[in-house]
């Protein structure tokens, strides 16, 4: 039995600079104001 995957949507952006947009979820219940409070938070050793 084959399982159908669903596609992404296409980017609602446009490439810039070569780099594709990419598309970032926040887990549920943070306190974070600003996607960049997340990725600091989560990428700063």
Known sequence: M???RT???PAP???RHGVDP???RLPD???WATV???LV???SG
């Open 41 to 43: 938070e989560r990428l």
């Open 13 to 15: 952006l446009p490439q």
């Open 29 to 31: 219940g943070g306190a």
């Open 22 to 24: 990419a598309r970032v």
């Open 7 to 9: 596609r992404t949507p």
């Open 36 to 38: 960049r409070e997340y």
């Open 2 to 4: 084959r399982h159908r």
